[in-house]
C-alpha cells in the first residue's frame, strides 16, 4: 500500500511543479521532455550500426526510440547520442532490451530522457578509460528504472552535467575502477537507486546534490564528496547503507566529507553486522560536514515520502530495467543475503551468470 501511496504522490508532485518527463519523474531532471515533439522511430535489429540499429536511431535530435526486437545490442565502439531524444527500452518486447560491450555516451547534448534499458559494459570494451554511461557536460537529463552494470570507468561519469536524474535505477558490479557515479557541476538528484558492490563513488559527489530513498549494498565508500572541487550543498534523506563482505569500515558509508560542505542528513541507517538481517542503526552524522537544519532544494522532503527501510523493500522490488533479468536478479539477491553474500570484481565473468557474465536477454 506505501509503494500506491507513494506512486500517487509523485505524480502529483509531478504535476503540481509542472514536471513533464513523464508521471512519476522527479529531481532535477524531471522537467526534460526529450523527444516527445519528435517522430517515433523503431529499433527492428540488434545490429551495432546501419538501418534499424539503435546506433542509427539515436543519431538524430527531436526522436522517441521505441523497440520492435529485445535481446542484446554488442556495441562494437561507443555509441553517441543526439539532443532532445527519448529511449523508452519498456516498448521492447519478450526480455526487454539490453546494450553491452560499450559506452552509451550523451556527452555535450541536451534534453533526454532514458527508461528501462540496460547498460553493461564489461571487459568486451577494450577502452578501460569509458564508462557504461557517459553524460560528461550533458544537460538536462533523466535515466529512470535503467540498469548500469560493469562500468570500467565510471559507471555513470557526469562530470560537468547540469539539471541530472538518476532515478529507480540499478548501478553496481563496476569493474576497472569500481566506481558508481561521478558529478560535478549539478545540480544533480539520486533517487530509488540501488548501488552494490563498489569501491567508491556513489556517487562523487562534487555538486548540489538530493540524495534520497537509495539503497547502498556491500559498498567500501558509499556517498563521497573529496572536497577538492569546491563546498556544496547535499541533502541525504532516508537512505540505507548496508555492510557486505567487501566493506571493511561501515562508516565509509560517508567519505571524505569536510566541513566546506553543507550536508542536511535525515532518516539514513547503516546496518554494519553482516548478520543477515535487515537492523541497522541510525547514522545522520556525515563526517566532518557542516550541518544543515534544513534542506537545501524546495523539493527534498517531498520527494522522501518512504524511510530508508521501506525504500530497502521498495527499490528491491522496483529498481532497475523492467522486466528484471538474470544480472539484475542476482544484483538483488546478493543484497537480500544483508551481509555475507558479493564482491567488488574485477570482470563480468566473476559472476558466473551466463553468456560470460552478461547475463543471457
Ligand atoms: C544486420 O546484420 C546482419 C548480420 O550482419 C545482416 O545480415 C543484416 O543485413 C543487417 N541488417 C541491416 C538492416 O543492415
Ligand atoms: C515496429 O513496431 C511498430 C509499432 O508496433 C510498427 O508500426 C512497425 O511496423 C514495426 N516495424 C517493423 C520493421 O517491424
Ligand atoms: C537547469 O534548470 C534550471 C531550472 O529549471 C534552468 O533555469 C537552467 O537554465 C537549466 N540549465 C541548463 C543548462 O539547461
Same mark, same amino acid.
Not at 515533439?37 to 526522436?63: C, I, P
Not at 532544494?297 to 518512504?306: G, P, Q, V, W
Given at each position: 500500500?506505501?509503494?500506491?501511496?507513494?506512486?500517487?504522490?509523485?505524480?502529483?508532485?509531478?504535476?503540481?511543479?509542472?514536471?513533464?518527463?513523464?508521471?512519476?519523474?522527479?529531481g532535477?531532471?524531471?522537467?526534460?521532455?526529450?523527444?516527445?515533439?519528435?517522430?517515433?522511430?523503431?529499433?527492428?535489429?540488434?545490429?551495432?550500426s546501419?538501418?534499424?540499429?539503435?546506433r542509427?536511431?539515436?543519431?538524430?535530435?527531436?526522436?522517441?526510440?521505441?523497440?520492435?526486437?529485445s535481446?542484446?545490442?554488442?556495441?562494437?565502439?561507443?555509441?553517441?547520442?543526439?539532443?532532445?531524444?527519448?529511449?523508452?527500452?519498456?516498448?521492447?518486447?519478450?526480455?526487454?532490451?539490453?546494450?553491452?560491450?560499450?559506452?552509451?555516451?550523451?556527452?555535450?547534448?541536451?534534453?533526454?530522457?532514458?527508461?528501462?534499458?540496460?547498460?553493461?559494459?564489461?571487459t568486451?570494451?577494450?577502452?578501460?578509460?569509458?564508462?557504461?554511461?557517459?553524460?560528461?557536460?550533458?544537460?538536462n537529463?533523466?535515466?529512470?528504472?535503467?540498469?548500469f552494470?560493469?562500468?570500467?570507468?565510471?559507471?555513470?561519469?557526469?562530470?560537468?552535467?547540469?539539471?541530472?536524474?538518476?532515478?529507480?535505477?540499478?548501478?553496481?558490479?563496476?569493474? /576497472? *575502477?569500481?566506481?558508481? +557515479?561521478?558529478v560535478?557541476?549539478?545540480? &544533480?538528484?539520486?533517487? $530509488?537507486? %540501488?548501488?552494490?558492490? =563498489?569501491?567508491?563513488?556513489?556517487?562523487?559527489?562534487?555538486?548540489?546534490?538530493?540524495?534520497i530513498?537509495?539503497?547502498?549494498?556491500?559498498?567500501?565508500?558509499?556517498?563521497?564528496?573529496?572536497?577538492?572541487?569546491?563546498?556544496?550543498?547535499?541533502?541525504?534523506?532516508?537512505?540505507?547503507?548496508?555492510?557486505?563482505p567487501?566493506t571493511?569500515?561501515?562508516?565509509?558509508?560517508?567519505?571524505?566529507?569536510?566541513? /566546506? *560542505?553543507?550536508?542536511? +542528513?535525515?532518516?539514513?541507517?547503516?546496518? &554494519?553486522?553482516?548478520? $543477515?538481517? %535487515?537492523?541497522?542503526? =541510525?547514522?545522520?552524522?556525515?563526517?566532518?560536514?557542516?550541518?544543515?537544519?534544513?534542506?537545501?532544494?524546495?523539493?527534498?522532503?517531498?520527494?522522501a515520502?518512504?524511510?530508508?527501510?521501506?525504500?530497502?523493500?521498495?527499490?528491491?522490488?522496483?529498481?532497475?530495467?523492467?522486466?528484471?533479468?538474470?544480472?539484475?536478479?542476482?544484483v538483488?539477491?546478493?543484497?537480500?543475503?544483508?551481509?555475507t553474500?558479493?564482491?567488488?570484481?574485477?570482470s563480468?565473468?566473476?559472476t558466473?551468470?551466463?553468456?560470460?557474465?552478461?547475463?543471457?536477454?
Amino acid at each position: 500500500m506505501w509503494f500506491t501511496v507513494a506512486l500517487i504522490t509523485a505524480i502529483f508532485f509531478s504535476i503540481a511543479s509542472g514536471q513533464n518527463a513523464f508521471a512519476g519523474a522527479v529531481g532535477f531532471g524531471a522537467a526534460a521532455t526529450g523527444g516527445n515533439d519528435g517522430t517515433t522511430v523503431y529499433v527492428t535489429n540488434l545490429n551495432d550500426s546501419g538501418t534499424g540499429s539503435f546506433r542509427d536511431a539515436v543519431s538524430e535530435s527531436n526522436r522517441i526510440i521505441e523497440f520492435n526486437v529485445s535481446g542484446y545490442i554488442e556495441l562494437a565502439s561507443a555509441v553517441s547520442l543526439s539532443s532532445d531524444i527519448t529511449i523508452n527500452g519498456q516498448t521492447a518486447p519478450d526480455d526487454g532490451i539490453g546494450i553491452m560491450a560499450g559506452e552509451v555516451s550523451a556527452s555535450g547534448q541536451n534534453n533526454i530522457i532514458i527508461r528501462n534499458l540496460r547498460i553493461r559494459q564489461g571487459t568486451l570494451d577494450s577502452d578501460t578509460g569509458k564508462s557504461a554511461f557517459n553524460m560528461g557536460d550533458t544537460s538536462n537529463i533523466i535515466l529512470d528504472h535503467c540498469s548500469f552494470e560493469y562500468g570500467q570507468w565510471d559507471t555513470v561519469d557526469a562530470v560537468g552535467a547540469v539539471n541530472i536524474t538518476v532515478s529507480n535505477s540499478i548501478i553496481a558490479l563496476p569493474i /576497472g *575502477q569500481q566506481f558508481g +557515479a561521478h558529478v560535478e557541476t549539478g545540480p &544533480s538528484t539520486f533517487y $530509488g537507486n %540501488l548501488w552494490v558492490s =563498489a569501491h567508491n563513488r556513489q556517487p562523487l559527489a562534487k555538486d548540489n546534490t538530493q540524495y534520497i530513498n537509495n539503497i547502498v549494498y556491500n559498498y567500501q565508500a558509499a556517498y563521497t564528496t573529496a572536497d577538492t572541487s569546491g563546498d556544496f550543498y547535499h541533502d541525504i534523506i532516508n537512505n540505507y547503507f548496508i555492510a557486505g563482505p567487501s566493506t571493511t569500515s561501515s562508516g565509509d558509508a560517508f567519505f571524505q566529507v569536510n566541513a /566546506g *560542505q553543507t550536508v542536511y +542528513a535525515s532518516g539514513n541507517f547503516i546496518d &554494519s553486522n553482516k548478520d $543477515g538481517t %535487515l537492523n541497522g542503526e =541510525a547514522d545522520n552524522t556525515v563526517g566532518g560536514a557542516t550541518v544543515a537544519s534544513t534542506p537545501w532544494a524546495d523539493t527534498s522532503l517531498n520527494m522522501a515520502m518512504l524511510s530508508a527501510a521501506e525504500a530497502y523493500t521498495s527499490v528491491l522490488e522496483n529498481a532497475g530495467a523492467t522486466p528484471r533479468d538474470e544480472v539484475d536478479s542476482y544484483v538483488v539477491s546478493l543484497v537480500k543475503s544483508l551481509g555475507t553474500e558479493g564482491a567488488i570484481i574485477g570482470s563480468q565473468d566473476d559472476t558466473g551468470l551466463s553468456n560470460g557474465g552478461y547475463g543471457t536477454l
